[in-house]
């Protein structure tokens, strides 16, 4: 028995290579897919030049330069 055992786990083993060989082809497609979409995305925003929407970190950096600014300003006057 214990043969017949190890065998169903051999196949078993044998599925489920063949079934993580099939996952990785699939997401080896979508990650080629959203590589080329990420990629156009950023040729479309860089046409409109100036017109894409600063990301969040940098729209909170630009204001806390902008702090800094008017409190420099303060110290000056």
Not at 42 to 51: H, P, Q, T, V
């Amino acid at each position: 028995m214990a043969y017949d055992g190890e065998r169903a786990d051999a196949q078993v083993l044998d599925q489920l290579e063949t079934i993580l060989r099939h996952v990785a082809d699939e997401l080896a497609i979508w990650r080629a897919r959203a590589v080329k979409a990420e990629g156009e995305l950023k040729e479309a925003a860089g046409g409109r030049s100036g017109s894409a929407k600063p990301d969040v970190e940098s729209r909170v950096r630009v204001t806390d330069l902008e702090q800094d600014n008017k409190a420099l300003r303060q110290r000056v006057e």
